[in-house]
């Protein structure tokens, strides 16, 4: 089974300024796919950005990047330019290849401070 | 472009009764599930279907059923509503057959109080 651990569940920033958000899991796959879902008070659950685990380059998506490192079984999530929209929670997701059941971590709440 | 329609967004029952909430996705997806978000536990998979006519649990199943009579129509029901089971429920959908990297699309979701 596989395990999604966010040790940060609070976190708040200066409007524009870059945050980085934890996760680690634990696997004993080799093949996986890993996200990151944001949740505003409108309680929607949005993609932000998704990483395969046999891509070596780290995924990005305009102001929001990943550090993905394999071996540590870590995947954390770093957003650059911090705006009031980024306010939320945030949860970073396990699939296993060719399974489509999803793996989530407990979240992390990040405000942005104007 | 609906995606995936939950109802009702909100929900009070009382302890003992019964209702099913109703999940849809016009996105012709072979994969559906429903999550439970609890505070401080992120979000628990209940039930999942790879298809109409097949349905499986998850990891928090009891006191939920579920059937997929449709590709389009996931409900789930909860047979005889428990305080424990004050909850926000999600449902999501993704292509089983289109590739490994698909995104789950989620409902709006709904919030269940048990009194």
């Known amino acids: 089974a596989q395990t999604v651990t966010q040790s940060q569940p609070e976190m708040s920033v200066q409007e524009a300024e870059t945050v980085t958000l934890s996760c680690t899991y634990d696997t004993s796959e080799s093949n996986y796919y890993l996200f990151w879902y944001k949740q505003p008070p409108s309680r929607q659950m949005i993609l932000v950005i998704r990483?395969?685990?046999?891509?070596?380059q780290n995924a990005t998506e305009n102001r929001f990047s990943v550090n993905f490192q394999k071996a540590a079984k870590s995947f954390s999530l770093k957003i650059s330019d911090s705006q009031l929209g980024d306010t939320a929670m945030y949860f970073c997701?396990?699939?296993?290849?060719?399974?489509?059941?999803?793996?989530f971590g407990t979240g992390t709440r990040l405000t942005i401070i104007p | 472009n609906a995606g995936v329609t939950q109802t009702p967004k909100f929900q009070v029952l009382k302890t003992g009764q019964s209702m099913t909430l109703q999940c849809a996705q016009d996105m012709n997806h072979e994969y559906m599930s429903w999550y439970r978000q609890d505070p401080g536990m992120g979000l628990r998979l209940i039930h999942y279907s790879v298809g109409a006519g097949i349905t499986d649990q998850g990891e928090v199943p009891n006191g939920y059923n579920v059937s997929r009579s449709t590709t389009e129509d996931f409900p789930l029901r909860l047979l005889s509503a428990a305080p424990s089971q004050t909850s926000v429920y999600f449902c999501a959908s993704s292509n089983h057959r289109q590739g490994s990297n698909t995104e789950a699309f989620f409902g709006q979701g709904t919030r269940l109080t048990v009194v």
């Open positions: 990483q395969e685990a046999y891509k070596q």
């Open positions: 997701a396990f699939r296993a290849f060719g399974n489509e059941k999803l793996t």
